[in-house]
């Protein structure tokens, strides 16, 4: 079947796995365009061949008036696979917390399938729901089609990129900010900044509800919203003594594992000394039936998160420790969101990530700008050696 | 045909649009939950309430017909509500209990594969690749396929100590959180970029591409309107390339896979943790990359036999020490291993007290 | 200034940095109200923004970052603006 010979390919089809061949195959059943997909195929195999990849960097293609939401992708061999002589990307961008119904996902899959290859990433790292292959003359009427509907573009480019979160309180117990809220609130709040590149480079925003951050937030968000709590683990002695009954170990398993030692176990009534507990989520995670966060929710906010490109990868640092998110329109968080990401704009060189631009100015002139004071919880410990910079103002103190 | 008239600075739709009735009734008041098979799960609300939840695997690169074959799913069993999670599997929200059964039998007699929660391996965070990538030095959904058909039962049967989070990169840009993954493949270049004189100087602006390295390799090259590149100080990230498309960092015959371990993301018991490297190379295989496979095979044997109950690939690794995970293994300790990037003050021993 | 009148200084900045250095939106702010004192950002923001949204100057993107220009006669036939 089809225009090549793909015995490379044919190979990644066998396996319980299920196959991205088998679904590239399956979108030339579909698409007003099947040679996007069959050529795409093609042009794959002859990559396992030669291991070599054989797509041009992207170009310049967007709807009228953004500068985000599309990538340009061109084939280096277009003579030899002209069906995806043009094969762009175009980003949609999801709901939060990547809920849809059957009827909405039908409607986008109806449009993909007139206007594109019919191929789509369920979703792409950033967050959106990414449509793969499309040709430049498509893409004015997707975009009227898409967003007559309500569905816009998401980012790319030196932009605020499409803010992304876990489940959240659509259904978790642990979830102590309202991730899915803010998420949803910050896309709405930055839709400039989204679709029209004018940072000096990327912008990422990532919203978990809990220290298990199921959206990777601290690892891949220049600003990662980490939901937390104060106060007292509340226990359910009832339960406790269920999973005693059941067979768990919460001596070793629970107590055991508490990396602050606050934990103690009286025959199978459980006690958390919570003056000393980090709200890590170990025991809360293991116990999810007796085990519940603290009532007072609230946001850690650290900065700076990314990957590799430049100068080695970072994992965000600790900015403010406790933020209340349950304010109307979440007003405390989007204010300072807008004075980090102003700092950023007004200090950072082309294609400085707020992370690197933290390492090259302190995080003093961060603080001082967006009006957050010194605390021991920015810091995994004091610096070591004796060199430190003093101000004026510290003088006055 | 005309078109609809388009609007701008709309953003997505509200999320609420698409939750059933049950989630709003219960949004942000949910109280425990407790995992039914490696694929089911089940969240009880403070009124009572429930919802069930079931998982499939997904290759993330989907065709519109297979996700019009879920959504028909959807309707049948769960009032057409459907939702991805962030690791790119698929969830089916049950409303009515007795629905879940006869959808997880459905789902399995079609071929889906029904797991992801829980103490083994979820879906494997991976980028474009060769698919779609002008960037990739390797192909991300063909490892991924190759090492999921080797580790499915983790996804719907076998359990180990903890999760398991793989991850797949097809160059360092990394789009995903590879670098903090439990066992992650990341693509790696190891020659010195070729340079297209000609077009460096049509096409690029040359204080950009200087500015692009990170080891400062980079020097102008006035007369040619070119630049020329240190051999001895180029460690062949690529980003020139990304800034300067006429530096060309592919090399198929010396380019290939990087084995990386120990990185988590969640703060459960110890702080979030970069992975390390493990192996630093590997040929490009395909279709199948068998030594990529087994070398993680061996990995994720080795930690399963020896790593506690609750611990993480990186906690096991910290408690026994580097050392030992080299012996455990039998992975060849290299110079690559060596840190002499900018971390490296924190990663070199400082201590007489140590493992043979 | 007339809305007009700083539109048609944006343009012929960008067209005597053409091939020369990429512009960010801010360079083109920067260069407005170092030339205009009275000038503020968000005054030569609307003014590039309205050139922006009928495509008489467009985002670009190239070398990994995005860029104001002035569109090509390719891209202008594209959107069917000549």
């Known amino acids: 079947m089809g225009k090549y010979k793909t015995p490379m390919l044919d190979e990644l089809e066998k396996g319980p796995w299920p196959s991205f061949v088998t679904e590239i195959r399956k979108a030339m059943n579909t698409s007003a365009m099947p040679e996007m997909a069959e050529d795409e195929l093609g042009q794959l195999e002859k990559s396992y061949v030669t291991k070599k990849g054989y797509w041009k960097h992207g170009g310049i293609v967007g709807v009228l008036g953004y500068g985000s939401g599309v990538i340009g992708r061109y084939s280096s061999l277009p003579e030899e696979f002209p069906g995806i002589a043009h094969f762009h990307t175009y980003r949609i961008n999801q709901p939060s917390g990547f809920f849809y119904t059957s009827a909405a996902l039908k409607e986008i899959c109806d449009i993909w399938d007139k206007y594109g290859s019919s191929l789509t990433n369920m979703h792409g790292s950033t967050g959106d729901l990414v449509l793969l292959g499309t040709t430049t003359a498509n893409l004015e009427p997707l975009f009227a089609e898409y967003s007559s509907r309500g569905w816009d573009l998401g980012g790319s480019g030196s932009a605020m990129r499409t803010p992304s979160c876990c489940v959240g309180m659509a259904r978790c117990e642990w979830a102590n900010i309202d991730a899915m809220g803010i998420c949803n609130h910050m896309t709405q709040h930055f839709q400039d900044e989204l679709h029209r590149p004018a940072f000096p480079y990327k912008f990422k925003i990532k919203v978990s509800g809990c220290a298990c951050d199921c959206v990777a937030a601290i690892a891949r968000a220049d600003l990662s919203i980490i939901g937390t709590w104060k106060g007292d683990i509340r226990i359910d002695q009832a339960e406790v003594k269920k999973y005693a009954d ?38 809360i995670s293991k116990m999810t039936m007796a085990l519940r966060p603290g009532e007072e929710k609230g946001a850690t906010i650290l900065v700076g998160s990314k ?90 103190k | 045909m005309s078109l609809p008239e388009r609007q701008t600075d709309v953003g997505p739709p509200h999320f609420e649009k698409f939750l059933p009735p049950v989630i709003k009734e219960n949004y942000g008041k949910w109280k425990s939950h407790e995992v039914l098979t490696p694929g089911t799960m089940v969240h009880t609300a403070e009124s009572g309430d429930q919802i069930h939840t079931v998982r499939i695997a997904s290759p993330r690169i989907l065709a519109t017909e297979t996700i019009r074959e879920m959504c028909d799913l959807a309707e049948k069993y769960c009032g057409g509500f459907i939702r991805f999670t962030t690791r790119n599997n698929v969830e089916f929200l049950v409303s009515d209990k007795a629905q879940m059964d006869p959808l997880v039998a459905e789902l399995k007699e079609k071929g889906y594969m029904v797991g992801g929660i829980g103490p083994g391996i979820s879906n494997v965070i991976h980028t474009q690749g060769w698919v779609h990538c002008h960037g990739a030095c390797t192909d991300a959904s063909g490892i991924v396929k190759a090492m999921m058909d080797e580790f499915h039962e983790y996804f719907t049967t076998k359990t180990l100590p903890n999760k398991v989070r793989l991850a797949v990169a097809c160059c360092v840009n990394m789009c995903g959180a590879v670098h903090v993954s439990d066992i992650a493949v990341v693509a790696v270049h190891r020659k010195v970029p070729a340079i297209d004189d000609e077009n460096v100087g ?155 | 200034m007339e809305e007009k009148e700083i539109q048609d200084e944006i343009f012929a900045y960008l067209e005597k940095m053409k091939g020369k250095k990429k512009l960010k ?44 220009e002035i569109p090509s006669e390719e891209y202008l036939k594209e959107k069917g603006l000549i």
């Open chain 3, 25 to 68: 939106e801010k360079d083109i702010y920067k260069k407005m109200m170092a030339d205009h004192a009275e000038l503020d950002k968000n005054t030569v923001k609307t003014a590039l923004r309205a050139m922006i949204n009928v495509g008489k100057v467009m985002y670009s993107y190239g070398g990994g970052a995005s860029s104001v």
């Open chain 2, 202 to 356: 049509k096409m690029c602006e040359i204080p950009t591409v200087i500015g692009s390295c990170p080891t400062s390799a980079i020097r102008p090259n006035p007369k040619d309107k070119t630049v020329t590149i240190n051999e001895e100080k180029c460690m062949y990230c690529g980003n020139c390339f990304t800034v300067c498309p006429p530096i060309n960092i592919h090399n198929p015959e010396h380019d290939g896979v990087a084995i990386v371990v120990g990185g988590k993301i969640g703060s459960l018991r110890t702080s979030p943790k970069f992975s390390k490297l493990a192996i630093p190379f590997l040929h490009n295989e395909p279709p199948r990359w068998p030594k990529v496979v087994d070398a993680i095979k061996n990995i994720l044997d080795v930690y399963a036999a020896n790593a506690r109950k609750h611990e993480r690939v990186g906690e096991w690794i910290e408690r026994i020490g580097w050392e030992d995970f080299f012996k455990l293994t039998g992975i060849e300790f290299t110079f690559q291993h060596i840190d002499d990037f900018t971390f490296m003050r924190d990663t070199l021993r400082t201590s007489a007290a140590f493992k043979y």
């Open chain 1, 246 to 283: 059941g067979g768990m170990d919460i001596q070793s398993e629970i107590v055991g594992m508490c990396p602050t030692e606050c934990m103690t176990l009286d025959g199978t009534t459980l006690s958390i000394n919570n003056e000393q507990c980090s709200r890590c989520m170990h025991c």
């Open chain 1, 307 to 396: 990957a590799p490109i430049v100068v080695g990868s970072l994992i965000s640092w600790v900015l403010v420790p406790f933020i209340k998110c349950d304010d109307e329109d979440f007003a405390l968080l989007t204010e300072l969101t807008e004075n980090i990401i102003e700092w950023w704009d007004d200090n950072a060189k082309p294609r400085e990530r707020l992370g690197e631009l933290i390492e090259v100015k302190g995080m003093r002139p961060l603080l001082e700008a967006i009006g957050v004071d010194p605390q021991p919880q920015q810091v995994r410990e004091p610096r070591k050696d004796p060199f430190f910079f003093w101000s004026e103002s510290d003088f006055d």
